[in-house]
């Protein structure tokens, strides 16, 4: 497959331009580098995080071989540069699934090369935390690519599905085994084998959305999870999203990350601040004392 446009930042493809963000939230505040060398996507860089809009507005965003390609240019941008993820869909969509005309030509070779699986895979393995913001459909490769993500948000329209038994094929880009870690294996069996689509309340019934919003406060919403995280430290937010995506029981590992934050003085400015603040907060405004009264002569 070939390289999207977008995948390298030189020349023409670099200079972007700069728009005001209006979608609320702190790190909505700075000036965001718009870059119009994606087809399939509307990439905004802030300092702190990418916005990712899925965007073939013909095709209710799905994913097609295009779509994948640009994908993996995002990944190397947040794999050179780690920031936050936001991951939404163009049009009150998500994405209505894999672009079928193309499942249709792909051959076995095509499904042992893993073309959706490996990028899903490689989101979900970007060293930063990712959120989606859903509203509308998500199904088949969309919902999946959703399953991905650390961090999901809906809006009220959001449906989650996926439909590819009826297809004649099988979610096989993580579905199967990512959709039971999130829902418990009861609700993704009826969602991946009796076809139930998940509406919002479901989905947050299940714990696969953290909250629904309204649609017109989904965006402002989701950049808000996203200040709240900005204003962590970094490597903590690194470090604890290796560590909770490490297979099996790992105290090991929690040593060694926490050893490492132990050393760091991030971590040290950061206490020494929060317990600044608590001795102020205890010992409470300065009283004045009564005032002296001038000696008589």
């Known amino acids: 497959m070939s390289e999207p446009t977008g995948a390298g930042r ?22 965001a580098v718009v870059d119009a060398a994606y087809e399939t996507l509307r990439v905004e860089e802030r300092d702190d995080r990418v916005v990712v809009t899925l965007y073939r507005p013909e095709a209710r965003n799905a994913i ?14 947040l794999e050179r540069d780690p920031r936050l993820l936001l991951l939404t869909g163009h049009g009150g969509v998500f994405a209505g699934g894999a672009d079928i005309a193309e499942l249709l030509r792909r051959s076995r070779d095509d499904a042992l090369r893993g073309i959706n699986s490996r990028l899903f895979e490689r989101v979900r393995r970007l060293p930063m935390p990712t959120l989606a913001a859903v509203d509308g459909w998500a199904l088949g490769g969309g919902a999946e690519l959703s399953y991905a993500c650390d961090l999901r948000i809906a809006g009220p329209d959001a449906v989650f599905g996926n439909p ?16 039971p870690e999130l829902v418990g294996e009861s609700i993704a069996k009826q969602v991946l084998l009796a076809g139930r689509n998940l509406d919002a309340s479901a989905a947050l019934a299940a714990g696969l959305v953290m909250e629904v919003v309204p649609a017109d406060e989904l965006l402002e919403r989701a950049h808000a999870v996203l200040d709240r995280m900005a204003r962590s430290s970094a ?4 470090l604890t999203k290796l560590v909770v995506d490490a297979p099996g029981a790992h105290p090991v590992a929690d040593d060694l990350a926490q050893a490492v934050l ?27 004392g009564p ?6 002569s």
């Open 10 to 31: 030189t020349g023409t493809a670099a200079t972007a331009d700069r728009t005001a963000a209006d979608t609320g939230g702190a790190g909505a505040t700075t000036a």
């Open 64 to 77: 097609s071989g295009r779509m994948i390609s640009e994908l993996h240019a995002v990944c190397d941008l």
């Open 164 to 179: 590819e038994p009826g297809l004649g094929i099988l979610a096989a880009a993580g579905a199967s085994w990512r959709l």
């Open 235 to 238: 490597t903590a937010l690194r």
């Open 262 to 288: 132990f050393e760091g003085q991030d971590k040290k400015d950061r206490m020494t601040r929060f317990l600044e603040k608590r001795g102020s907060e205890k010992r409470g405004p300065v009283q004045k």
């Open 291 to 296: 005032e002296k009264k001038g000696e008589r």
